[in-house]
């Protein structure tokens, strides 16, 4: 079933080092005959087709092309999932990737400088919680680690935005800890006033993840 629903395309199959380089080959079974409109670009490689089969990596069995041919071939067996295309959209993801990349990296450093220096009033996390509009957690970072005293979290209410530290661990000086946290040792908590900015940046920081309420505990289900 699977099969049936991919869509036919050329992929690497075996590489060789001395010769021929990267070999491509379908990646799915059609008839002979079929493959054979491509045989002017396509060869039928055996072990023993290679000058040294020791440089072979992958499967050197069956009907290939070097990438020279690709879309030769491509245009025979009418493949409209190309490796062009194929690349380019590698290529949009890559560069997309890049740009959030870099929108966080200065999203976070704008966020470090605006909490560097903020004030630590003493509170409950229950509390902040409960008027919270809401709460941001990068990574799942407070769910997955909050029981082991880590994790982070961004609380946003309506006239202030706090960045809370868990701050738990044995290794951890606890004397630092201004947020009360139940049954916990507590975290360090950051405030300043609400700004959209500050919002935007946390959202850009955390990829609007909503921290969930959940904790995560090894071994429980």
């Not at 006239?159 to 701050?167: C, R, V």
């Not at 006033?193 to 993840?209: A, F, G, M």
Request: hydrophobic fraction near 30%.
């Amino acid at each position: 079933m699977a099969d049936k629903e991919e869509s036919m395309r050329l992929v690497v199959k075996c590489h060789d080092s001395e010769e021929y380089g990267d070999l491509y080959g379908l990646n799915k079974q059609i008839p002979e005959e079929e493959i054979r409109k491509a045989e002017p670009y396509m060869k039928k490689f055996t072990p023993k087709t290679f000058k040294n089969i020791m440089s072979i990596t992958g499967n050197p069995h069956g009907w290939m092309c070097t990438y020279d041919d690709v879309a030769k071939v491509e245009e025979a067996l009418g493949i409209t999932d190309t490796l062009a295309k194929r690349q380019e959209d590698q290529n949009k993801k890559r560069e997309e990737y890049n740009k959030t990349r870099v929108y966080k990296e200065q999203a976070q450093q704008k966020i470090e400088e605006t909490f560097r220096d903020a004030p630590r009033p003493k509170q409950k996390l229950s509390t902040l919680l409960r008027v919270a509009r809401e709460v941001y957690d990068p990574a799942n970072s407070y769910r997955d680690n909050s029981y082991y005293g880590g994790g982070h979290l961004f609380i946003i209410t309506k006239k202030s935005i706090w960045y809370i530290m868990n701050n738990g661990r044995k290794e951890n000086n606890w004397k630092l800890n201004n947020i009360e946290i139940n049954d916990a040792p507590g975290a360090i908590g950051f405030r300043v006033d609400y700004s959209n900015q500050l919002h935007e940046l946390i959202k850009t920081l955390t990829e609007n993840n909503i921290y969930s309420g959940e904790v995560y505990i090894e071994g429980q289900e």
